[in-house]
């Protein structure tokens, strides 16, 4: 494996905000995240947290009503925030990173074949030639375990686990170097959730893609993660190496995250967090976990600092 | 558990049973159940049939809890809605207390309907949107012919207490969308209680809430089911919440009840292919994870229009006995007396 002197992303102070009748939704506030090559980082956060809007800020993806946009997304050592629209198009999204979207497999276009619309991004975004294309969505299909005669089919034809496969194979046609995916399974079962993971990991390993995993799913998380950033309230509140967090999350929501799942193979029972996230609109000042927080103490009033104890950043003032 | 209440914790004007019921101590049992719907072909004519429930059988006993595992389409809802007799079997029956749930009708059928609260699936599509809390509660009180508001009132209260929507008072004029998903779906099971059943039967109650809000309402269901003694089928494709949830389990696939146990049995021994397919690709949270394939079956589950001959699971199995598996449908065997198997394995 080659050697890289910087990492492949680092994403520095990202925020998004949208206006809404009601006020500005802080959907993604400052936000840090660092990711290497070959690896993968989870997001993890409940509902509403801001997941698939940080997804969007990445890779400027934005609806029409954005407040406010800034911050630093450095990719390969270069910040591609400073790049125009036509610049950030022909070189960034789709050709150096890509994304397979929330319910993906819901919005492929019925009406073309799907191995056209896997074939298309190569076209449009590097001028590939149709035969080519339809080659690379071919070889597409192979790695992610789609039959080659399924290029001939329309999405109604697929079951949602094939339509998910193809969103995927749309998404690596163009060999990006990072890939997003916006909760890739969970509107899937559980054994074709584990032959997708499956998928994954080979992807991952043989070609040496990067990924950000979006998920609310702790458990399947863990099937991927290099890297665990734990997102509340529109921002990152532990960022953390997979073995440490798996085992011993910091911040009191991880922990409590964590305690709330459900297991198979211990009897531990699973406990639950009362309350609800703040609304983004008009966030608490301070911690915005403090309301629900066990162990909430007086300057938990005051927005926390971000800590770093041994490689683990911590929004906490617990670790102060 | 804490001490019992009596069993009318709600004051229900009582419809009478039907007469003749036995008192067993099963409430509720299916017999060699089929549910088939038509396809019917374009003009006139059956195409074929969806056979979404294939000949299952079980007994469910006053104050137990089982829970129905299987993938999306494998047949659950059918089942639970044939049950609930808003689908007609295609064979087969259903009997509550000794009645038959299809042969009831007017008065007994009223009755029955209030024995039998539903949790259904997708709690944001199950509450009407124009109503409000307290109208969503009143209605199958209304129906049931309490006619006197201030009565109603009062079980309303009860009722939301229970399920901890407190304080009622701000809950009472909310509407659904006021609400999150968790406090919805405490609605949906406050209606679900409102008339005092017998038998509750919850159908896929968490699948679309956030983790951390999911084990409370599991929790809350789990607490009424033992407080008032209910019956409860709790339906879920999700195996690891199972353990915490009830005493049986049964593992559907393509509408068969390929495996019953108790969970533990389950858990620690499970006996058919599938079964052992759902606990391989079950993970729980750990790093290990990321570094390991899950050993799991390729393929999806079977068409229920064309299923495959003989055992459904053969095209995915990897213990499938030549010449067997794939020309007779194994029957029920039972290696231990708490524990059966749809599977030639065990001949
Ligand atoms: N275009 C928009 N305009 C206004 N508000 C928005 C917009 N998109 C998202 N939001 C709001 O921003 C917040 C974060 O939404 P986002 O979709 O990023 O959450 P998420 O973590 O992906 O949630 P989920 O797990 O449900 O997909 C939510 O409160 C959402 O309502
Ligand atoms: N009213 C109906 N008419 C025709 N086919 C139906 C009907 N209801 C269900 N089916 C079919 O029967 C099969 C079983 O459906 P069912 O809803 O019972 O599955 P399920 O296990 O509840 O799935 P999920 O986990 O997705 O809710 C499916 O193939 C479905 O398409
Ligand atoms: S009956 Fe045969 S094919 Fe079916 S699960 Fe058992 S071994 Fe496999
Ligand atoms: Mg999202
Ligand atoms: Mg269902």
Request: hydrophobic share 40%; aromatic share 8%.
């Amino acid at each position: 494996m080659e050697n890289h002197p910087t990492p492949l992303l680092q994403i520095h102070n990202l925020l998004l905000y949208f206006r809404t009748t009601h006020g500005v939704v802080q959907a993604v506030d400052h936000v840090d995240i660092a990711l290497d090559y070959h690896h993968a980082v989870v997001i993890l956060g409940e509902s509403g947290c801001g997941k698939s809007s940080l997804a969007r800020a990445i890779l400027r993806l934005l609806p029409r009503n954005v407040a406010e946009y800034k911050g630093e997304v450095i990719l390969e050592g270069n910040d591609v925030m400073k790049y125009e629209e036509e610049e950030f198009r022909q070189s960034i999204r789709w050709v150096a990173m890509s994304l397979v979207p929330q319910a993906a497999m819901n919005s492929l276009n019925p009406v073309i074949k799907v191995g056209d619309q896997v074939a298309e991004p190569s076209m449009v975004h590097l001028g590939t030639s149709k035969a080519e294309a339809l080659d690379q969505a071919k070889s597409m299909f192979e790695r992610v375990s789609v039959p080659i005669d399924f290029l001939q089919r329309y999405p109604f034809e697929l079951s949602g686990g094939m339509r998910q496969r193809v969103a995927l194979a749309m998404a690596l046609v163009t060999m990006p170097h990072l890939i997003i995916l916006d909760e890739p399974t969970s509107a899937l079962d559980l054994l074709t959730q584990a032959n997708i993971f499956n998928t994954l990991k080979v992807i991952k390993h043989e070609m040496g893609i990067s990924f950000i995993l979006i998920t609310h799913d702790i458990a399947t998380s863990s099937e991927l993660a290099d890297e665990v950033a734990v997102m509340y309230a529109g921002q990152i509140v532990e960022a953390s190496d997979a073995p440490h967090f798996f085992t011993e999350p910091l911040h009191p929501y991880s922990q409590m995250l964590m305690a709330s799942v459900p297991r198979l193979r211990s009897d531990q029972d699973p406990i639950f967090i009362h309350g609800q996230p703040p609304s983004l609109i008009s966030p608490p000042t301070g911690c915005r976990f403090a309301e629900r927080c066990p162990k909430v103490f007086e300057r938990c009033k005051q927005e926390p600092p971000v800590v770093q104890s041994n490689g683990i950043l911590v929004k906490c003032w617990l670790y102060c | 558990m804490d001490n019992p209440i009596p069993n009318s914790v709600m004051d229900i004007p009582s419809v009478n049973p039907p007469t003749g019921g036995e008192d067993s101590e099963v409430i509720l049992s299916v017999n060699g159940l089929h549910v088939w719907f038509e396809l019917r072909r374009f003009g006139f004519g059956v195409a074929g049939y969806v056979r979404a429930v294939d000949d299952v059988s079980f007994d469910l006993k006053k104050g137990e809890a089982i829970a129905i595992v299987g993938e999306s389409g494998c047949g659950k809802s059918s089942l639970m809605k044939t049950i609930l007799g808003l689908y007609k079997p295609t064979k087969g029956d259903v009997t509550f207390e000794g009645k038959s749930v299809q042969q009831l009708s007017g008065r007994d059928l009223q009755w029955y309907r209030s024995q039998v609260g539903y949790v259904q699936q997708d709690p944001y599509g199950a509450l009407p949107p124009f109503m409000s809390v307290e109208r969503i509660l009143a209605e199958p009180l209304i129906i049931s012919g309490i006619h006197n508001s201030e009565k109603r009132r009062e079980q309303i209260r009860k009722v939301m207490e229970e399920v901890k929507l407190y304080p009622v008072e701000d809950f009472l004029p909310k509407f659904p969308h006021m609400l999150s998903g968790g406090q919805q779906q405490r609605v949906v099971i406050a209606r679900a209680m409102i008339r005092n059943p017998k038998l509750i039967v919850a159908d896929e109650p968490v699948s679309m809430l956030d983790a951390s809000v999911r084990v409370e309402i599991l929790r809350l269901l789990r607490s009424l089911q033992q407080r008032h003694n209910l019956s409860f089928i709790y339906i879920t494709h999700d195996l690891s919440t199972v353990k915490y949830f009830s005493e049986r389990i049964f593992v559907m696939y393509a509408g068969k009840l390929v495996e019953k146990a108790k969970i533990n049995e389950l858990i620690q021994n499970p006996l058919h292919p599938y079964t052992q397919a759902l606990l391989s690709a079950s993970s729980d949270p750990d790093y290990h994870n990321a570094t390991k394939f899950r050993e799991v079956p390729a393929g999806e589950p079977p068409s229920l229009v064309k299923p495959p001959a003989g055992c459904r699971f053969h095209p995915r199995c990897n213990r499938a006995i030549a010449d067997l598996c794939e020309v007779e449908a194994p029957p029920e065997f039972t290696p231990q007396p708490t524990h059966s198997t749809l599977c030639w394995l065990y001949r």
